[in-house]
C-alpha cells in the first residue's frame, strides 16, 4: 500500500512461493526501527517476505486476493515499527 512505502527505512520486498511452516502468508525478517542502532556501514537490508501460493491458497478469487495482500503487508510491516499482533487486532487489521 502507498501509505507504507515512506514508514519504510532499508527494508526489501521480496515474493517467494511458501515461507515455514506453509500457510503463513507474510513475514518480516531482521531488527524492528524500535530496536535498532544507527546503521553505519554496509547494513543488508530488512526483508519483508510476502508468500504467493500460500496467499493464493487462502482467497477464492481476485478481489479477495487484493484485500489479503493489503493485510498480510499491513501485518508484516508492523513489526518494522514494533507494533506487535494484539496492537494490529485493536486498530482493526485482524
Known sequence: PDELVDLLD?????TADRG???DLLG???RVPLTQREDYGGLVMPDRLLVYRLALCAVCSDAD???HQLVV?????VAPHHGIDDDRLDELGWA
Open 64 to 66: 479477495q486476493l487484493c
Open 20 to 22: 515455514d511452516p506453509p
Open 10 to 14: 532499508n527494508v526489501v520486498v521480496l
Open 27 to 29: 513475514l518480516y525478517d
Open 72 to 76: 498480510t503487508v499491513h501485518h508484516s
